[in-house]
T-cell receptor, first 114, second 113 residues
Framework: KQEVTQIPAALSVPEGENLVLNCSFT??????LQWFRQDPGKGLTSLLL?????REQTSGRLNASLDKSSGRSTLYIAASQPGDSATYLC?????????????FGAGTQVVVTP | EAGVAQSPRYKIIEKRQSVAFWCNPI?????LYWYQQILGQGPKLLIQ????????DSQLPKDRFSAERLKGVDSTLKIQPAKLEDSAVYLC???????????FGDGTRLSIL
């Protein structure tokens, strides 16, 4: 059974510092991995999706890497801003899943202080 | 395009009562998902529809939870009777196919007294 873990559970950084968020998974047979952002009282917003054949994806200040063999992904957010304060979740889709089922981690709650 | 719509946003009920949630997915999206998110945890898939057929309900507590998707569009999730451990946010998501990214609604926050 796939287990997805995100450590730390919470993180506080001063504005301008780079953020590094970690995600690990136990079964390397994945189809893709996705990073989401969740603001309080809101649903999830997809940030980046990495296919199993890719090593990284970039969007603006966000960069996500994937090391499938070691079961790890890292989300980097450059030059953090107070608006980056949110909970960040990673989710994996299994390689044998035909219907797009996602297995989520519990998330890392990020606070960026001005 | 309009996003995934869910109602109500909040619901407070007493244990053993029943409750229903409604979801309207993005127009044209064939795949619809219901997730349960307990405080401090990631979302857990309860049920997934492809058009109006169920493709995964392995984690749905079928003795108390039920869901349907009318004509392959709107969906309702019902809990009857509710237990204290059902307190959570219920998220609906949709995608054009199971291969495409999921788009989430803002959820319904359920509190059981």
């Amino acid at each position: 059974k796939q287990e997805v873990t995100q450590i730390p559970a919470a993180l506080s950084v001063p504005e301008g510092e780079n953020l590094v968020l970690n995600c690990s998974f136990t079964d390397s047979a994945i189809y893709n991995l996705q990073w989401f952002r969740q603001d309080p009282g809101k649903g999830l917003t997809s940030l980046l999706l990495i296919q199993s054949s890719q090593r990284e994806q970039t969007s603006g200040r966000l960069n996500a890497s994937l090391d499938k063999s070691s079961g790890r992904s890292t989300l980097y957010i450059a030059a953090s801003q107070p608006g980056d304060s949110a909970t960040y979740l990673c989710a994996v889709r299994g390689a044998t899943d035909s219907w797009g089922k996602l297995q989520f981690g519990a998330g890392t709650q990020v606070v960026v202080t001005p | 395009e309009a996003g995934v719509a869910q109602s109500p946003r909040y619901k407070i009920i007493e244990k053993r009562q029943s409750v229903a949630f409604w979801c309207n997915p993005i127009s044209g999206h064939a795949t619809l998902y219901w997730y349960q998110q307990i405080l401090g945890q990631g979302p857990k898939l309860l049920i997934q529809f492809q058009n109006n057929g169920v493709v995964d309900d392995s984690q749905l507590p079928k003795d108390r939870f039920s869901a349907e998707r009318l004509k392959g569009v709107d969906s309702t999730l019902k809990i009857q009777p509710a237990k204290l451990e059902d307190s959570a946010v219920y998220l609906c998501a949709s995608s054009s196919t199971g291969e495409q990214p999921q788009h989430f609604g803002d959820g319904t926050r359920l509190s059981i007294l």
